[in-house]
């Protein structure tokens, strides 16, 4: 049973190799939703084996995207108010703008990180994450001459102790942890799936047909002037395809069995499991407008556990809570400041050289977090 100072009944998920949970939404408005879209797809439709109309209404990387934004105050840009204390690398890009490895698409493997022209902050936290990771500093003189990893990334031979690659992770951003992280640039076997993963689908679903214009009140028709829609101009009617369905589930999955064999701490653990409940609890109450026409809701008895079906998850305020107490307990575990501050300056490239080596980062989980709801 959980108590007054633990808010996670542990007990309930000692022998589980899985959390399942799931949350039926509804429109918050009316019955039309607007799904996710791709672009040489359009809206992702399927079918059942019995053949019941389903849709994927918000992909796996789209919601990894929006459950990370569950921690992040936008206005104050940096952490919110109850998880102060809590490790992350902060990027100063200096005329650009700032950044931080829970903002960046790849995390702590960030080309802002680890590419580019090193300050003496950013060389210090380098070389002190490659020792933590049990590494020598080779590793970063090998990058240097190709300044982005690649080939001399992948060179890097021997067997590599994951155990400290893991307690480094955990000490410098532990929502690197949670949403795994591929860390190419420095050897190409450094590699954290996913704990937390998330999608929401919809069943029984119709499409309901609309469309609009996008008037020009000053040149409707701007052909008279040698202009076109193209350019911007004139009244341009457009087609919408909205969609209703009998159901809209959100499901997500905490993998327990992979978060053990990262061999943290307890703490550690416990405040990793607080941590991605908190973020699906802020998620379903606060991040559920997913598009302008696309805003959604819990329904029936909100968040729940199918497997096992006995956990019951805590309230937002009760995880937010718990994790503020193991954020303390895990201090000795963490980087001191938590906050670790480096910079980025552009890399310089050799007269006569392509830029780059051609090469794109390879397919990982956290290289499909680039969201492809941009509508």
């Known amino acids: 049973m959980t108590t007054a100072t633990q808010a996670i009944d542990s007990a309930a998920l000692e022998r589980a190799p899985r959390l399942l949970m799931e949350c039926e939404l509804k429109p918050l408005q009316g019955d039309r939703f607007q799904s996710t879209g791709f672009a040489d797809l359009g809206p992702a439709r399927y079918q059942r084996p019995d053949g019941t109309e389903m849709l994927l209404v918000e992909s796996a990387q789209s919601v990894a995207n929006r459950l990370e934004a569950a921690i992040w105050d936008d206005a104050s840009d940096e952490l919110i108010a109850g998880l102060?204390?809590?490790?992350?690398?902060?990027?100063?890009?200096?005329?650009?703008?700032?950044?931080?490895?829970?903002?960046?698409?790849?995390?702590?493997?960030?080309?802002?990180?680890?590419?580019?022209?090193?300050?003496?902050?950013?060389?210090k936290f380098r070389k002190d994450f490659v020792k933590g990771c049990g590494l020598s500093e080779a590793v970063l003189e090998k990058k240097k001459k190709g300044d982005g990893?690649?080939?001399?990334?992948?060179?890097?031979?021997?067997?590599?102790?994951?155990?400290?690659?893991?307690?480094?992770?955990?000490?410098?951003?532990?929502?690197s942890v949670i949403h795994g992280l591929f860390l190419e640039k420095i050897a190409g076997r450094l590699r954290m799936p996913r704990l937390l993963s998330g999608f929401i689908e919809a069943s029984h679903v119709n499409e309901v047909a609309s469309g609009g214009t996008k008037f020009d009140h000053v040149l409707p028709s701007p052909k008279a002037v040698e202009l076109t829609a193209k350019d911007g101009y004139g009244n341009v009617p457009f087609p919408r395809t909205e969609f209703t369905a009998r159901e809209i589930k959100a499901s997500f999955n905490l993998d327990l069995a992979l978060l053990r064999g990262y061999g943290l701490s307890d703490e550690a653990n416990r405040l990793l499991i607080a941590l991605a409940l908190f973020k699906i609890q802020k998620f379903l109450r606060t991040g559920l407008r997913l598009r302008s026409a696309c805003d959604l809701e819990p329904a029936g008895d909100g968040l729940k556990a199918t497997r096992p079906d006995?956990?019951?998850?805590?309230?937002?305020?009760?995880?937010?809570?718990?994790?503020?107490?193991?954020?303390?307990?895990?201090?000795?575990?963490?980087?001191?400041?938590?906050?670790?501050?480096?910079?980025?300056?552009?890399?310089?490239?050799?007269?006569?050289?392509?830029?780059?080596?051609?090469?794109?980062?390879?397919?990982?989980?956290?290289?499909?977090?680039?969201?492809?709801?941009?509508?």
């Open 149 to 175: 990893g690649g080939d001399d990334a992948e060179s890097v031979s021997g067997v590599l102790d994951f155990q400290k690659f893991y307690t480094a992770v955990f000490r410098y951003d532990p929502n």
């Open 84 to 123: 102060k204390g809590l490790p992350y690398v902060r990027i100063d890009c200096g005329s650009l703008g700032k950044t931080s490895s829970i903002k960046e698409f790849h995390r702590l493997n960030s080309p802002y990180i680890w590419s580019g022209k090193a300050t003496d902050a950013t060389e």
């Open 310 to 375: 006995t956990f019951v998850i805590p309230s937002e305020d009760d995880l937010l809570t718990e994790c503020k107490k193991l954020v303390g307990e895990c201090k000795a575990h963490f980087a001191d400041p938590a906050v670790t501050e480096v910079a980025w300056k552009a890399p310089q490239r050799n007269a006569g050289k392509g830029k780059g080596n051609g090469k794109a980062d390879k397919g990982s989980d956290d290289a499909e977090d680039t969201t492809e709801d941009n509508e």
